[in-house]
C-alpha cells in the first residue's frame, strides 16, 4: 500500500532520526578521520578512534574490527544489529573529528559501505556543531537509506561555517542484520568565502520601491523563464548581489538600467519598459517549464514535488504570449515562460553563469536577509496553494517582511521576522528552524485547559514542588498572557487548536543558555499559596509515555475485559503485527490518534473495511504563469485494501489538535467511512506533504506544497476533522489524574 508520507515542522515535527552522541575524548593533534580504512586494532574489538554510544552498545548492538568481506586493505568495520532492539534504538558507530582546517570549506564525507540481512538498512551520517553543542547541521541519510548488498561509496556534502567546532560522524544500523563499513574520509572539496556583514538600517521609500521591483522580476525568471542560462543560474547568490546592486538607484531609470544589467545576462529575452517586444529567435524546439508543485533545494530531496525544464518539438505550436505585469508604478516588464531552442541550447545563444566563489552567508548581514525575503516571498508567491482560503494579502506583507529585515539587529532578530513572514499564510506546517537549534524542556508538561495555562503532567521524582493542576502564572518572570501575545504572533496555524498546542510547546520550552525555567504558580490544592519553582531542563524525550500532556495507559492495554486500548503514536509495526490476533477476538477497540502516528495508523483501518477504502483528495498544483494565475490542479489518492482478520468490535478515535498531516489523513477515511466514533476535539485542519527548503544563513522554512480536500470535494484546510463525540479536559481532571478524553471514549465503546 502506498501513501502519502507526511513530515512535520519543528519543534512540533516528527523529527530525524536522534543521533546519540557521546563525546568522546579527541586524540591530540588529530586532523582528519582517525582510523579510516579501520586497519589498526585487533579483530573483534571496537575500531581504535571510533566507538559504540553506551545506550547503543546496552541494547545489544555490536562495532567490531574484521577481516573477511572487506572493501580494501586487510580490515574493516562491521555492526551487527539486533532483532527486537528498545524503541528508538539503532546500531551507531561514530567518532569526533575537531573542526580546525575544515571550517569554511565545503566538505566531503565519504564511506563505503553495503549491508546484508532482512528489514535492514543503515545510513551514514554526519553532523556539525558548535563550542556550545548547538547543532549547526545533520544529514542522516533518513530519505536515502542503504540497503544494497554489494560495496558502494556514500557522500554527505556540507559548507562548514566558520563556528563549527567539531564534526560527529557515524554509521547506522537499523534491523537484525549486518553493515559492513570501509574507507571512511572527509575531504576538502573547495573553499568558502565570506564578505563583512553590511550592518542594519532603515530602507528609504526609494529602496523600497527598488527591492519591490527586483523581487517580482526575480520571482518571474527564476521559476517561469525556461533559458538555460537562467537555469544555470546560482539563485541564492543572486539575489543577495542583486539586493546589493538594485538598492542604491536613485531614480526608476537607474533601476531599470540596474535590473537590466542584471537579469540581461540570464534573460535576454525580458523586455522592462519596451512596448514592442523584441522579435524572438525561433527553433526547432520548445523549451517551457512544468511544475507540479516546485522542486526546491531542502533536507527532503526524494520529495513529491519537481520543476522540469520541457523540451518538445516547436511545429505545429504556438508559443504562450509572453507574461506581462507591473513591477512598481511606472516599471512594467515583459517575461517569455517558453522559449525556442536548437541543438545548442536556448535561442538566443549566451554564455553560461560562470561558477562563482562559495560563500558562508550570515544573517547578520543586511543585503543576506533581504535577499532571504526575496528568495522565501517568492515561493510563497508563485506555489503556496491555500491563499483563497486563508485569504491573506501576501502583496502587502512584502514591504512589510523587507523593511523588517533590514532593520534586524542579528540572526535571531531575523528568524522572528522570518516566522511572522511564515505564521501569515495560517499554515499549520509552517514554520521556521534557525541555525542555532536547540530545544530544552523541563519535567514537567503544561497545556491549555478550560482557558488557563495548567501543569498537566510531572516526571516522576523530578519536580517535587509542582502538582498537575497547578496553574502557570509566570514564565521566567513574565505574565502568562504575555508571554502568550508575545508568541502567538509568530506561530503559523490553519485552527485555533493547532495554534494552541503550538503555543502550549513554545512556552514549555526552556532557556537554552541557562538550561532551566522558573514558573509562578497557584497550587490547585492550595489555591492562595502561590509558589515559585526553578527546574532543570533537558532534551525532549521523543515519545516517552511521561511527557505526554495526558497520562495514557501503556500503549497496549486491556481496559475492561474485551475493551482494548491502543496508542497508535506509540505502537511500532511489530507491535502492531503480535496485536492482530487480540483485536480480532475484542469486544471494544480505542484507537488513540493524539499525536502524530507511525504506519499501523492505516495499517488499523485495513482490518475496518471489507472493501476497499481511499484517502483524501491530494491536488498539486502545475503552475504555468507566475502569481498563480494559470494554476490548475492534478487529483490524485492511493487505496486502502481491505485486511484479515475483519475486526468486529466496537470502535473509537481519541483525537485533538495534535493531530496533524498523517493523523488527519487517517482521521480523514475514519470520518468519511464512518469506521468508528470520534472523540475528543477537532485536529490542526493542515494536512499534505511538506515543502521545506534552505535559505542563506542557515534557515529552513517549512510550508505545505499541496492542497488536500476531504472525500466529497469540501475544505480541509482550517476545519480539520470534527469530533462526533466532542469532549475536553477540565482543570479538576487534570489534578485528579484523569485522562478524560480516553474516559468518554470508554463510555462511547460501552454504551455502543
Known amino acids: 500500500m502506498a501513501y502519502v508520507p507526511i513530515i512535520r515542522p519543528a519543534p512540533t515535527i516528527r523529527p530525524l532520526v536522534v543521533i546519540s552522541l557521546t563525546f568522546a575524548a579527541w586524540a591530540f593533534g588529530q586532523t582528519g578521520v582517525a582510523n579510516p580504512g579501520f586497519e589498526a586494532g585487533e579483530k573483534g574489538s571496537v575500531p581504535p578512534g571510533w566507538f559504540v554510544p553506551a545506550a547503543v552498545a546496552n541494547a545489544g548492538f555490536t562495532a567490531t574490527v574484521v577481516t573477511e568481506g572487506c572493501r580494501t586493505g586487510a580490515q574493516c568495520a562491521l555492526i551487527t544489529g539486533v532483532s527486537n532492539p528498545p524503541p528508538n534504538m539503532f546500531g551507531n558507530l561514530m567518532q569526533n573529528v575537531p573542526a580546525a582546517g575544515y571550517t569554511l570549506h565545503r566538505v566531503r564525507l565519504r564511506s563505503a559501505i553495503r549491508v546484508e540481512g532482512p528489514n535492514t538498512h543503515a545510513q551514514m551520517w554526519l553532523r556539525l556543531d558548535r563550542a556550545d553543542n548547538s547543532m549547526v547541521f545533520l544529514d542522516n541519510m533518513q530519505a536515502r537509506p542503504i540497503t544494497s548488498s554489494s560495496w558502494n561509496t556514500y557522500d554527505i556534502v556540507v559548507n562548514v561555517p566558520a563556528d563549527v567546532a567539531r564534526m560527529a560522524l557515524g554509521v547506522m544500523l537499523f534491523g537484525p542484520g549486518k553493515a559492513w563499513v570501509d574507507d571512511c574520509s572527509i575531504d576538502n572539496l573547495a573553499e568558502i568565502h565570506k564578505d563583512p556583514n553590511e550592518p542594519p538600517h532603515p530602507l528609504t521609500s526609494r529602496e523600497l520601491t527598488n527591492l519591490t521591483a527586483f523581487t517580482k522580476l526575480y520571482g518571474y525568471v527564476r521559476f517561469f523563464h525556461p533559458s538555460d542560462q537562467a537555469a544555470a543560474t546560482d539563485w541564492e547568490t543572486f539575489a543577495i548581489d542583486g539586493v546589493r546592486k538594485v538598492a542604491p538607484a536613485a531614480s526608476n531609470d537607474e533601476l531599470i538600467a540596474r535590473l537590466q544589467e542584471l537579469f540581461r545576462p540570464i534573460a535576454p529575452l525580458v523586455q522592462i519598459n519596451v512596448s514592442r517586444p523584441a522579435p524572438m529567435p525561433t527553433g526547432p524546439e520548445m523549451v517551457r517549464y512544468e511544475h507540479h508543485g516546485v522542486k526546491l533545494a531542502g533536507p527532503i530531496p526524494n520529495n513529491v514535488y519537481t520543476s522540469d525544464r520541457k523540451r518538445s518539438p516547436a511545429a505545429g505550436q504556438t508559443i504562450p504570449q509572453p507574461f506581462e505585469a507591473d513591477l512598481v508604478p511606472g516599471i512594467h516588464v515583459s517575461v517569455p515562460v517558453a522559449v525556442y531552442a536548437n541543438a545548442e541550447g536556448t535561442l538566443p545563444h549566451a554564455p553560461l553563469p560562470v561558477s562563482g566563489a562559495l560563500y558562508d552567508r550570515s544573517a547578520e548581514d543586511r543585503a543576506t536577509r533581504i535577499g532571504d525575503i526575496v528568495i522565501a516571498w517568492n515561493v510563497f508567491q508563485h506555489f503556496y496553494p491555500y491563499f483563497d482560503v486563508v485569504k491573506t494579502d501576501w502583496s502587502a506583507e512584502l514591504p512589510k517582511d523587507l523593511r523588517a529585515a533590514s532593520e534586524d539587529k542579528s540572526a535571531a532578530d531575523f528568524q522572528l521576522t522570518l516566522r511572522r513572514l511564515v505564521a501569515a499564510l495560517k499554515d499549520g506546517h509552517g514554520n521556521v528552524m534557525g541555525p542555532r537549534v536547540r530545544y530544552l524542556q523541563p519535567p514537567i508538561t503544561m497545556d491549555w485547559i478550560e482557558g488557563h495555562f495548567v501543569v498537566t503532567r510531572v516526571q516522576k521524582g523530578k519536580a517535587d514542588a509542582v502538582a498537575p493542576g497547578d496553574l502557570v502564572l509566570?514564565?521566567?518572570?513574565?505574565?502568562?498572557?504575555?508571554?502568550?501575545?508575545?508568541?502567538?504572533?509568530?506561530?503559523?496555524?490553519?485552527?485555533?487548536?493547532?495554534?494552541?498546542?503550538?503555543?502550549?510547546?513554545?512556552?514549555?520550552?526552556?532557556?537554552?543558555?541557562?538550561?532551566?525555567?522558573?514558573?509562578?504558580?497557584?497550587?490547585?490544592?492550595?489555591?492562595?499559596?502561590?509558589?515559585?519553582?526553578?527546574?532543570?531542563?533537558?532534551?525532549?524525550?521523543?515519545?516517552?509515555?511521561?511527557?505526554?500532556?495526558?497520562?495514557?495507559?501503556?500503549?497496549?492495554?486491556?481496559?475492561?475485559?474485551?475493551?482494548?486500548?491502543?496508542?497508535?503514536?506509540?505502537?511500532?509495526?511489530?507491535?502492531?503485527?503480535?496485536?492482530?490476533?487480540?483485536?480480532?477476538?475484542?469486544?471494544?477497540?480505542?484507537?488513540?490518534?493524539?499525536?502524530?502516528?507511525?504506519?499501523?495508523?492505516?495499517?488499523?483501518?485495513?482490518?475496518?473495511?471489507?472493501?476497499?477504502?481511499?484517502?483524501?483528495?491530494?491536488?498539486?498544483?502545475?503552475?504555468?504563469?507566475?502569481?498563480?494565475?494559470?494554476?490548475?490542479?492534478?487529483?490524485?489518492?492511493w487505496d486502502v485494501q481491505p485486511q484479515t482478520p475483519y475486526f468486529t468490535a466496537r470502535r473509537v478515535f481519541l483525537t485533538d489538535g495534535r493531530a496533524i498531516s498523517y493523523a488527519e489523513t487517517v482521521m480523514g477515511i475514519v470520518e468519511h467511512y464512518k469506521l468508528g466514533e470520534i472523540v475528543g476535539g477537532p485536529t490542526a485542519g493542515t494536512n499534505g506533504n511538506v515543502n521545506p527548503f534552505t535559505l542563506p544563513g542557515g534557515f529552513t522554512i517549512t510550508w505545505t506544497g499541496m492542497k488536500v480536500l476531504k472525500h466529497d470535494g469540501s475544505q480541509h484546510h482550517g476545519i480539520g476533522i470534527v469530533p462526533t463525540v466532542p469532549a475536553s479536559r477540565t482543570r479538576k481532571g487534570v489534578a485528579e489524574g484523569k485522562d478524560e478524553i480516553l474516559l468518554r471514549g470508554l463510555e462511547v465503546v460501552k454504551a455502543q
Open 474 to 637: 509566570k514564565i521566567d518572570g513574565t505574565a502568562i498572557e504575555q508571554a502568550a501575545d508575545k508568541i502567538r504572533p509568530l506561530i503559523s496555524g490553519a485552527t485555533k487548536h493547532w495554534i494552541d498546542y503550538r503555543l502550549a510547546s513554545e512556552l514549555s520550552t526552556c532557556d537554552p543558555d541557562t538550561k532551566q525555567i522558573t514558573l509562578e504558580l497557584e497550587p490547585y490544592s492550595s489555591p492562595t499559596n502561590i509558589t515559585t519553582v526553578t527546574l532543570p531542563c533537558g532534551n525532549p524525550q521523543n515519545k516517552n509515555p511521561e511527557t505526554y500532556t495526558e497520562p495514557r495507559p501503556d500503549k497496549i492495554t486491556e481496559l475492561e475485559a474485551g475493551i482494548i486500548y491502543v496508542d497508535l503514536d506509540r505502537v511500532t509495526e511489530q507491535d502492531w503485527t503480535a496485536l492482530v490476533p487480540r483485536l480480532e477476538k475484542a469486544k471494544g477497540i480505542i484507537f488513540d490518534m493524539r499525536g502524530y502516528p507511525g504506519q499501523p495508523g492505516i495499517q488499523a483501518l485495513a482490518h475496518l473495511t471489507d472493501s476497499t477504502i481511499r484517502s483524501a483528495k491530494w491536488n498539486i498544483a502545475s503552475a504555468a504563469l507566475p502569481d498563480r494565475l494559470d494554476s490548475p490542479f492534478n487529483e490524485s489518492g
